[in-house]
C-alpha cells in the first residue's frame, strides 16, 4: 500500500467474489517493494485438516516470503460460528484476531486480514464479526466487490455497514473482471464509486489465479490503483446518460 506500513482488513460483498486473488495481489505488490508482509486468515472454514486452504494459494500467487497465519479450520463451508458449533470446536473471537495482528505487526510492515463471506458473518456465538476486529485495530477495511449485476446494492450495503460502525472503507476492488464485461458490468464500473460513496481502486482480471507467478505480479500492478501499490489509475465515476448495447462511451 502507498503511504508505508500498517493493517488492511479485507473483506467481501459476500462468497465467491475475489477475495484470497486480492489478497494476494496486494501481498505481491508490497513484496515488490521489499516490504515484509503477513497475510492473517482467522478463519477457514469448508476445508479438512491438511488440504490447501486460502492461504496456500497466497503462497502460491503471491511467493513464499509472506508470512502466513491460519487462527482455525472448521471443516463444513459455513459461517465460522455456525461451522465451530457443528464439529464442537472453539470459535475464533474477535479480541483474539486482534491479539494476533498486534503480534505479526512487530515483525512485519503490513498485515493483511481475510475475513471469511461479508463483513458481518459471526465469527463466535457473541456476535463478533470482522467489523469489530476492524474497530478493535482502527483499521481501514477494502471490500472485495463483484462485477455483474447487483453489486452496486451488495456494495453500498456494505460500505453503509462500515460508516454506521465509523469504520474508514479503503476502497472498493472488483475481484473477478470478465474478459468479456455484459453491459451491467461495464455500467458497474462507472456507478460503483458513486452509489457505494467508496473509491474504486481497480480490479483484477478472471483468471488471475491461473496466472505463474510474474504474470500474476503484473497483473496486480496493472489492475490495481496506487493506493494499493498498483500502476492503475483510479475508476472515477461518470454518470452515463443512457448505455447503448453495444457498450459504446463506456470503460
Known sequence: MSGGSGI??????????????VSAAVAALALDVGLRVAVLKPAQTG???????????VG?????????????????????????????????TAPQVAAAVRELGT????????????LLVRLDDRGSTLADVASMLGA??????????????????????????SLRCAGVVMGCWPAEPDLAARC??????????????????AGAATL???????????GLAAELGGA????????????????????
Do not use: C, W
Not at 505463474?212 to 496493472?222: I, K, M, Q, T, V
Open 8 to 21: 488492511l482488513v479485507i473483506t467481501g460483498t459476500g462468497t465467491g467474489v475475489g477475495k484470497t486473488v
Open 47 to 57: 476445508v479438512e485438516p491438511g488440504e490447501p486452504g486460502d492461504l496456500d494459494e
Open 60 to 92: 502460491r500467487l503471491a511467493g513464499e516470503d509472506v508470512t502466513r497465519r491460519e487462527l482455525a479450520r472448521y471443516p463444513d463451508p459455513l459461517a465460522p460460528d455456525t461451522a465451530a458449533r457443528r464439529v464442537g470446536m472453539a470459535p475464533v
Open 107 to 118: 515483525l512485519h510492515d503490513l498485515v493483511l486480514i481475510e475475513g471469511a463471506g461479508g
Open 140 to 165: 481501514p477495511v477494502l471490500v472485495v466487490a463483484a462485477a455483474g449485476l447487483g453489486t452496486l446494492n451488495h456494495t453500498a450495503l456494505t460500505v453503509e455497514a462500515l460508516d454506521s460502525r
Open 188 to 205: 458497474n464500473l462507472v456507478d460503483l464509486p458513486a452509489v457505494s460513496g467508496a473509491p474504486l481502486l481497480g480490479t483484477l482480471p
Open 212 to 222: 505463474d507467478r510474474a504474470g500474476f505480479l503484473a497483473a496486480a500492478r496493472e
Open 232 to 251: 492503475a489509475a483510479r475508476h472515477r465515476s461518470q454518470r452515463v446518460s443512457s448505455a447503448r448495447p453495444d457498450g459504446q462511451g463506456l470503460p
